[in-house]
Every structure is written in structure tokens, then in C-alpha cells.
């Protein structure tokens, strides 16, 4: 069955850099698009970055552009989130996310239109 797990979170200073894995299994990643999202305490998950299976086009929230770098590695069915210069506001629950059909969907920063979760990992950005 589709599974991911994602890997990578824990505590960092303001000002660092943290990357993030989320590993696919059950399905080949060449096919599919991979989104990541994050949840603050007491608020939504929303879209942080995208990346599509077709045209390796890449997607980002504009609170993390220039930061964040969303990359995959087809062979070992892993896509990362690579999180430098760090602040506060970026502490959350980090997810990785799968559309049910192929690659990214339009609405990429929508959870709705994802249908396979990752666990989430733990990222803490504090002094």
C-alpha cells in the first residue's frame, strides 16, 4: 500500500537549517507529484512547497520562498525539504503529501487534494 515517511525534523536555533526526507514506498515515485505542507499548533496544514513528478517544476508558499528547496531522487523514492534560515514561525508538524492520480495537483497548496499522509515530523525552531 502507499506509504511515506518522513524523517529529518527536531530542534534548531533561529537562523538554521534543517533537511527534511520523505520517503515513498508502495507506489514508484517517477509517476507521482509530492507535496509538503506543515501544521502550527492550533492552526491548518498548509502548502509550503510542491514538486511535480513530469517537469521537476517546483512550487512554494511565499513565506518560504529563497529558503526552502524542495528536490527529489527518483531512485531512491525519496523527496527532501532542504529549510535554511529558519525562524520561529516555522515551527510545526511537517508532512509530505500524494495526490490520489499523478502529478501535482493545480490547487498544489490545498490539502484537499491530497490523499496519502505521511506521519509528520517535528520541527522546532527556538532559542
Known amino acids: 500500500q502507499v506509504q511515506l515517511v518522513e524523517s529529518g525534523g527536531g530542534l534548531v536555533q533561529p537562523g538554521g537549517s534543517l533537511r527534511l526526507s520523505c520517503a515513498a514506498s508502495g507506489f514508484t515515485l517517477n509517476y507521482y507529484g509530492i507535496g509538503w505542507f506543515r501544521q502550527a499548533p492550533g492552526k491548518g496544514r498548509e502548502g509550503v512547497s510542491a514538486?511535480?513528478?513530469?517537469?521537476?517544476?517546483?512550487y512554494y508558499a511565499d513565506s518560504v520562498k529563497g529558503r526552502f528547496t524542495i528536490s527529489r531522487d527518483n531512485a531512491k523514492n525519496t523527496v527532501y525539504l532542504q529549510m535554511n534560515s529558519l525562524n520561529p514561525e516555522d515551527t510545526g508538524v511537517y508532512y509530505c503529501?500524494?495526490?490520489?492520480?499523478?502529478?501535482?495537483?493545480?490547487?498544489?497548496?490545498?490539502?484537499?487534494?491530497?490523499?496519502?499522509w505521511g506521519q509528520g515530523t517535528q520541527v522546532i525552531v527556538s532559542s
Open positions: 514538486i511535480s513528478s513530469s517537469t521537476g517544476r517546483t
Open positions: 503529501g500524494r495526490g490520489r492520480y499523478g502529478d501535482v495537483p493545480v490547487r498544489w497548496w490545498s490539502r484537499d487534494e491530497y490523499a496519502y
